[in-house]
């Protein structure tokens, strides 16, 4: 059974960079068959998809973010990551990792969420 | 990108009643939709993908249809573990996009 696990900082300063890792277990991350993504969601809000990476290291970002995000991956470790820089309150969410099934086109197996707040 | 609006934003029914929702898209999503269910503290739940087939594990009670611009997810007997959040997401066109969600309540 493939468990996904957020994990990092839960406070973030303004204008400093964010950075979580998603530990991927009971699976191979290095799977093909599958694309591995971060999706956020503000409090009270609805879900927005950041961005994804596949093994190879090939990533596809959501171009609202304005370049600011980042993810790459560590297959040794079965870890992936988020960096965003220059945050700020609009930032402040619950981070989800994800796995993204390339033959449902939908995200199959999410982790629990990690709450990041950006404040001073 | 591609717009999803989803209706109502809050459906209030009891136990036993049907549900319809629906998730329309601003521009043609083919069938790359899929439909997930949130609870309060809980990561989204994957309950139908390419608009009509159900997840692994998910009761024969929801099911999804359309195409195009228009979708719908029915929950055709409203169990008690039902009343949550629930979100279209369209993968047809990058950036892939999530509706605003409806949620059912009782």
């Known amino acids: 059974q493939v468990q996904l696990q957020e994990s990092g900082p839960g406070l973030v300063k303004p204008s400093q960079t964010l950075s979580l890792t998603c530990t991927v277990s009971g699976g191979s991350i290095t799977n093909g068959d599958y694309y591995w993504s971060w999706i956020r969601q503000p409090p009270g809000k609805g879900l927005e998809w950041i961005g994804y990476?596949?093994?190879?290291?090939?990533?596809y970002y959501n171009p609202t973010l304005q370049g600011r995000s980042a993810i790459s991956i560590d297959t040794s470790k079965s870890q992936f990551y988020l960096t965003l820089s220059s945050v700020t309150a609009a930032d402040t969410a619950v981070y989800f990792c994800?796995?993204?099934?390339?033959?449902?086109?939908?995200?199959?197996?999410w982790g629990q969420g990690t709450m990041v707040t950006v404040s001073s | 990108e591609i717009v999803l609006t989803q209706s109502p934003a809050t459906l209030s029914l009891s136990p036993g009643e049907r549900a319809t929702l629906s998730c329309r898209a601003s521009?043609?999503?083919?069938?790359?939709l899929a439909w997930y269910q949130q609870k309060p503290g809980q990561a989204p739940r994957l309950l139908i993908y390419h608009a009509s087939k159900r997840a692994t594990g998910v009761p024969a009670r929801f099911s999804g249809s359309g195409s195009g611009t228009d979708f719908t997810l029915t929950i055709s007997s409203l169990e008690p573990e039902d009343f949550a959040v629930y979100y279209c997401?369209?993968?047809?066109?990058?950036?892939?996009?999530f509706g605003p969600g409806t949620k059912v309540e009782i």
């Open positions: 997401q369209q993968r047809n066109n990058w950036p892939e996009t």
């Open positions: 990476i596949y093994w190879s290291g090939n990533t």
């Open positions: 994800a796995r993204d099934r390339d033959l449902l086109h939908a995200f199959d197996i």
């Open positions: 521009r043609s999503a083919s069938t790359y």
